[in-house]
């Protein structure tokens, strides 16, 4: 048998995307009416009610809703962003990018996330902002993380690019902070035919800035009139109309997700693995990643066995981003974030996608289970 670690073409096949999506493609072709328009504003309609937010601005990715988020919050360089080094580098990157300096705090490691208790430690004069990551589908613990950035006056950017649609406390991800930044990369649980992203608020200035940014900082009006320097962030109308279409199936798509990992919980018997654990306020996890963590060092063992037993696997994330060579200039070193560490030795992402079979998703149990056997 085998399972690929995610199969976007059977997501594809097994819905009625080909021929709701291709006719309207034809349309805008036929129209040559690729930037802006109504189809751009429906979609981005259609995010901001299902995030529970006012507005939403569609941009050109995941990382790009990022940066745009930290451009209008006017973050650069002699400014501190506190976030965590266990996510993916689109994170980090972005707060790069702008000059500012990315501060690390240690995660939990039940849940990857940024443990809120270590963030007070790390505010400085220079803080402007949080950047929590609800990693792998589920919520970083967003009331604590609201509390503290409301006592010292900083910003919140979400990066929800892995949480379309999770829930902390029965609210949507994105909905919590100034900024909630979602990625429609193809392997995103709502998947582009290519690049998009975007950016959801409750802020009507923040709305009307990130418009502003995404197209070089003009003003919608005057049009070559610049009062910001932005940059083109745009995302393009055939991206919209695709993913409103995969929009109408996304809660069926996570419900799927939902009972593999349910499934997973009740297959997998070996105590020799360390199952995701669902937070008690994390309301609903939306399982981007079922990432397990493997005992006594042999992570590395069991992906080599999966992998000859026809099972896709991967590690998110192999290295935490304190480590990562482009930034040693931070000054980071080994045993800086111990738990982020360890998860980077341990951690296994299993498949988990809504067309995986049942009898996929025992025959990838049995071989985990027999893998820790005698
Ligand atoms: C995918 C991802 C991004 C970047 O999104 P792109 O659309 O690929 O640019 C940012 N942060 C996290 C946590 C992601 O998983």
Redesign the pocket.
């Known amino acids: 048998m085998k399972v690929p670690l995610l199969d976007v073409k059977a997501q594809y096949e097994e819905n009625n995307l080909r021929e709701e999506i291709i006719p309207l493609i034809d349309e805008i072709c036929s129209a040559q009416a690729f930037v802006f328009g109504k189809r751009l504003e429906n979609f981005e309609q259609a995010i901001a009610d299902y995030s529970q937010c006012k507005y939403a601005v569609g941009v050109s990715?995941?990382?790009?809703?990022?940066l745009i988020s930290l451009m209008v919050e006017g973050i650069g360089y002699g400014d501190e962003v506190i976030t965590t080094p266990f996510?993916?580098?689109?994170?980090v990157g972005?707060i790069w990018r702008t000059g500012a300096k990315p501060v690390f705090a240690d995660i939990n490691p039940d849940d990857f996330n940024i443990n809120p208790e270590l963030i007070e430690d790390k505010i400085t004069p220079r803080t402007k902002a949080i950047m929590p990551?609800?990693?792998f589908g589920q919520t970083a613990r967003m009331d604590r993380i609201m509390e503290i950035a409301e006592k010292h006056n900083l910003a919140v950017i979400e990066?929800a690019?892995?949480a379309i649609g999770a829930e902390y406390q029965n609210k949507r991800a994105g909905s919590f902070g100034d900024y909630g930044?979602f990625?429609?990369?193809p392997?995103?649980n709502l998947g582009a035919f290519g690049?998009?992203?975007i950016v959801t608020t409750n802020d009507k200035e923040i709305y009307e800035k990130l418009k502003m940014f995404r197209n070089h900082g003009a003003d919608p009006v005057t049009r070559y009139m610049h009062e910001y320097v932005g940059g083109n962030f745009r995302m393009d109308s055939l991206q919209a109309a695709v993913l409103h279409v995969k929009l109408q199936y996304l809660d069926k798509w996570s419900r799927a997700r939902q009972e593999n990992a349910d499934l997973y919980r009740k297959l997998l018997t070996t105590n020799k693995i360390k199952l995701p654990v669902n937070i008690d306020k994390a309301t609903r996890h939306i399982y981007?990643q079922f990432s397990i963590r493997v005992a006594d060092g042999k992570r590395d063992e069991l992906q080599k066995k999966l992998s000859e037993s026809g099972i896709g696997s991967a590690i998110y994330y192999p290295l935490s981003l304190h480590l990562q060579k482009c930034f040693s200039s931070l000054g980071y070193k080994e045993g800086d974030f111990p738990v982020s560490e360890q998860c980077s030795r341990d951690i296994l992402a299993l498949p988990v996608y809504p067309e995986l079979k049942k009898e996929q998703l025992e025959y990838i149990a049995e071989t985990i289970n027999n893998a820790f056997k005698g």
């Open positions: 990715s995941g990382s790009d809703a990022l996510t993916f580098f689109a994170t972005a990551v609800h990693l990066d690019a892995q930044c990625s429609f990369y392997s995103k690049d998009a992203g981007n």
